[in-house]
């Protein structure tokens, strides 16, 4: 079965720190790649997405990912985070060749201190 | 942006009773889908939904659910004799497809209690 691997449950950075969140996915074929945020309170929300071409992808509020193909990763980077990115990330996959489903990673909670 | 709306945002049950959550998915989508999450769990596929019917359905989606497009607005999820392990966050997301398929939107989901 498809999985979705996240290295790490819970982050405590200062800010201004870099942030790398890793993601790994167990799957050998096509796939869209995905990182969504869910700032406390609100809902899921569509950080960045890769589907095809330049591994690295870049997305909103200076978050950037990139697909390494044959590591299986997908790993969430921004080189100075602020307050304002506590919040919990999720990878998720799709698999193409098993429909539109995304799979979810378990989540990392982030938290920056000011 | 539009978004997904979802109602209400928390619910709480008797334990067998019928439960309908509701979604209002963005416009001009055309694929519906509910996923949930159980406290301190992953976020779980449940089903989707195109053109008037389920298109997928995981394991988690017996017969005790079931999904309805009722009109051109709502999407909802039915569960018919509500269990306590039902208890979770469930989410409501929407998507369109041109030419390739493009990323699921969600609302901010309805938080079901079971007691």
């Known amino acids: 079965a498809q999985s979705v691997s996240q290295h790490n449950h819970h982050v405590i950075l200062s800010e201004a720190a870099s942030l790398e969140l890793g993601c790994n996915y167990s799957?050998?074929?096509?796939?869209?790649l995905f990182w969504y945020v869910q700032y406390p309170g609100q809902h899921l929300q569509l950080l960045l997405k890769?589907?095809?071409?330049?591994?690295l992808v870049k997305g909103i509020k200076g978050f950037e990912a990139e697909f390494i193909k044959s590591k299986f990763s997908f790993n969430l980077r921004k080189p100075s985070v602020q307050w304002s990115d506590t919040a919990e990330y999720f990878c998720?996959?799709?698999?193409?060749?098993?429909?539109?489903?995304?799979?979810f990673g378990a989540g990392t909670i982030l938290r920056v201190k000011s | 942006e539009p978004e997904v709306t979802q109602t209400p945002s928390h619910q709480v049950t008797q334990m067998g009773q019928e439960v309908i959550l509701r979604c209002v998915p963005i416009?001009?989508?055309?694929?519906f889908y509910w996923y949930r999450q159980i406290l301190g769990q992953k976020v779980e596929f449940l089903v989707s939904?195109?053109?008037?019917?389920?298109?997928?359905k995981s394991e988690i989606f017996d017969d005790q659910f079931s999904v309805e497009r009722p009109d051109g607005s709502n999407f909802t999820l039915k569960i018919r004799s509500t269990k306590l392990e039902d208890s979770a966050m469930y989410f409501c997301?929407?998507?369109?497809?041109?030419?390739?398929?493009?990323?699921?939107?969600f609302g901010d989901g309805t938080r079901l209690s079971i007691l």
């Open positions: 997301a929407s998507s369109t497809r041109q030419g390739v398929w493009q990323p699921q939107h």
């Open positions: 799957y050998g074929g096509t796939v869209n």
């Open positions: 890769y589907f095809s071409g330049d591994p």
């Open positions: 998720a996959v799709i698999c193409m060749e098993y429909g539109n489903k995304l799979v």
């Open positions: 416009s001009n989508h055309l694929y």
């Open positions: 939904f195109y053109n008037n019917e389920i298109s997928e």
